[in-house]
């Protein structure tokens, strides 16, 4: 049985149709193994407000065949406008199953496995003096004998392709997790060192998207730039590379072109891993007619991701996402810039936004202003203690920059990693020295966070920390788009969901005497969690995988630099200050203050609302007073503050 899937214009629904196999042809199973199957599973309608992005199409079911070959049909993504245009053969996608598992065997399990032998049978002394991930076994098989294990990992990412170094990527700021000699061989290779292609590529590639007319306004721009390109690429990544320019007007600017090829790479990935989603899915639990052994939407968080990677392709979507960014955070400009804390004394609090020149980008080509410093975890065992309090400062000024984008503006860069994050020296605002202030300076993932999950998330954090209260954060997960109405709606799933929860906040969270905040343990929550995804119908929604990676990222950027750092103890007084002036004017959130401050019968709990307010005072540095009073310079910090009696 086969499906499509047509939009009803009268009606504004999106309606599941069948039709034969032969109508749509062989070589088109690969993208309906991962599309329309899914769809008629679902046995119901689509609505528009679903955002399910698909094509409106009027045809009829005669035409489908010769539709499917000249257009892109379907696009299941959320926020993207990409649709698929290649990668359809099932072919392709067992072209692309081959050369992975050819990859992992000869290049990953081969080697590793032949060291793990040779290190097991190695005297016990001179083994403890050996770290795995940098033995050279001396193993060759694609001309690689002479390199580390954590180098082959790496190598190998690479050559998998985009798709593989996004892994890699989030891995290598958790030496907490991973251990960190592979940690900082990936942060070496995949964030800014990966193997460059020729210049000559590079040029064409420039001139053909920029110079389609020798006598257009900016043709002398783009001469400009060819004539003072760098020799060699600065920086070369897993979708393009970086080179510096000169630009009269701007100064010195940063063109980035992408890889050829590789979008064709990435196709070919998400219909791989989209087939291998529907199969994961399609499996039945043992014993159990009709039931899925496992109830989480793997096809959903494949979809998400990989229309991230897609995004990141478009390079004027990324100028776009640079300019609505710059518009919030930039400093002296932006408008939500007073959420973030001054790096120094008196200084704007704004971050350093490269500015776009959008006469000189296009889909394949990105030109911006050049920002000069250097990564946030560059530090070592001989970093001076200033450098290291200045690189944490603006560390935890990027974790409260990403908890604003989740909790307030609900625009969020998502992919915060080592080699996107910069500091960056800029004259004070006396003009007297240099400071070092945050820089973000790749926005190829951006993305938006409902109203209804901000603020979701906002009293999850409340009553996790103040009140200990696991049960509330399980009845939360509805708000926060997690656990599907079916799961909320049953009290038995509920109270099982809420004990297993508890069991997973038991092993990740510590508690001190001496600490009114416990201590978050990533490692564990990342495993406790995955633990519960299968049990429980887990979706996983756009701003998921995003919050968990760019939040996971920061932390693990921030224990490199200080291992006893706590992300808790910036997340729970941010949180605070918006569940006491709820700005959005959240039910959700007046709801939670009143259960956190208030007796049972609705009157308040003096002592409760004071330790709240000290909370607050102490965590933020914010005196009661001013605190006090800027909540209620809030049109609902006033309303609420009437209802309870404050």
């Not at 992992?104 to 399990?109: I, N, P, R, S």
Request: with cysteine; glycine share 6%.
């Amino acid at each position: 049985l086969n499906v499509m899937i047509k939009y009803d214009a009268k009606m504004d629904v999106f309606r599941v149709d069948s039709y034969s196999l032969r109508d749509i042809g062989l070589s088109n199973i690969g993208l309906f193994l991962s599309d329309a199957t899914r769809a008629i599973m679902c046995n119901k309608n689509f609505t528009a407000e679903q955002q399910i992005t698909v094509e409106r199409s009027k045809r009829t079911m005669m035409g489908l065949q010769q539709k499917m070959l000249d257009d892109s049909p379907i696009t299941f993504s959320q926020y993207s406008d990409y649709s698929n245009e290649s990668a359809r053969d099932i072919e392709v996608i067992f072209k692309r199953f081959w050369e992975i598992f050819g990859v992992v065997g000869k290049d990953l399990m081969i080697p590793l496995g032949y060291s793990f032998l040779v290190l097991a049978l190695t005297d016990e002394a001179e083994r403890s003096e050996i770290s795995f991930w940098d033995h050279q076994s001396g193993y060759s098989v694609s001309n690689s004998k002479n390199v580390t294990n954590a180098e082959r990992v790496s190598l190998a990412l690479e050559a998998l392709g985009p798709t593989f170094v996004k892994f890699g990527q989030a891995l290598s700021s958790r030496g907490d997790i991973i251990g960190t000699e592979l940690s900082n061989t990936l942060s070496s290779i995949l964030q800014d060192n990966m193997s460059r292609f020729g210049n000559d590529i590079a040029i064409n590639v420039i001139l053909e998207e920029l110079l389609n007319d020798e006598e257009a306004p900016h043709s002398a721009d783009v001469y400009e730039i060819i004539s003072s390109l760098s020799s060699e690429p600065v920086a070369a990544a897993s979708v393009g590379q970086v080179y510096k320019a000169y630009l009269s007007g701007y100064g010195y600017v940063a063109i980035k072109v992408k890889r050829p090829g590789i979008r064709d790479i990435v196709e070919a990935d998400a219909q791989l891993l989209r087939v291998l989603a529907n199969i994961a899915e399609a499996i039945p639990e043992p014993g159990i007619d009709g039931k899925k052994l496992v109830k989480t939407e793997l096809v959903n968080g494949v979809n998400e991701f990989m229309t991230r990677l897609f995004e990141e392709m478009d390079y004027e979507r990324e100028m776009r996402n640079a300019i609505k960014f710059a518009g919030l955070y930039e400093h002296n400009v932006g408008t939500a810039r007073y959420s973030l804390p001054e790096p120094f004394f008196g200084e704007d609090p704004g971050v350093i936004v490269p500015k776009m020149i959008p006469s000189l980008c296009s889909e394949n080509v990105l030109t911006m202003t050049w920002v000069e410093g250097k990564k946030l975890t560059d530090v070592s065992d001989s970093s001076s203690i200033r450098e290291r309090e200045e690189n944490m400062r603006l560390l935890v000024q990027g974790i409260q920059c990403t908890l604003s984008q989740i909790l307030e503006t609900g625009v969020m860069h998502a992919d915060p990693h080592g080699g996107n994050l910069l500091k960056a020296f800029v004259p004070s605002k006396d003009g007297r020295n240099e400071i070092g202030r945050l820089a973000y300076i790749d926005f190829g993932i951006l993305a938006d966070i409902p109203m209804q999950v901000r603020d979701g998330l906002v009293c999850a954090v409340s009553y996790l920390i103040f009140q200990r209260n696991i049960g509330a954060v399980a009845a939360l997960f509805g708000e926060l788009l997690l656990i599907p109405a079916e799961v909320m709606n049953d009290q038995e799933k509920l109270n099982e969901f809420s004990r297993a929860l508890e069991e997973v906040a038991d092993e990740v969270l510590e508690y001190s005497d001496d600490e009114q905040i416990p201590s978050l343990q990533f490692d564990r929550l990342l495993f406790g969690l995955a633990g519960l995804i299968p049990r429980f119908q887990f979706q996983l929604p756009p701003y998921f995988l995003n919050n968990a990676r760019a939040l996971g990222t920061l932390e693990g950027m921030a224990k490199a630099i200080d291992p006893r750092f706590n992300i808790l103890t910036v997340v729970y007084p941010f949180a605070l200050q918006r569940l006491l002036k709820n700005p959005s004017g959240s039910k959700i959130v007046d709801k939670t203050l009143k259960n956190l401050v208030c007796n049972g019968d609705g009157t308040l709990n003096r002592t409760k609302a004071s330790q709240l307010l000290q909370d607050a005072s102490s965590l933020t540095g914010i005196k009661r007073r001013h605190l006090i009073r800027d909540v209620l310079m809030t049109k609902n910090g006033r309303k609420i503050a009437k209802e309870i009696g404050w």
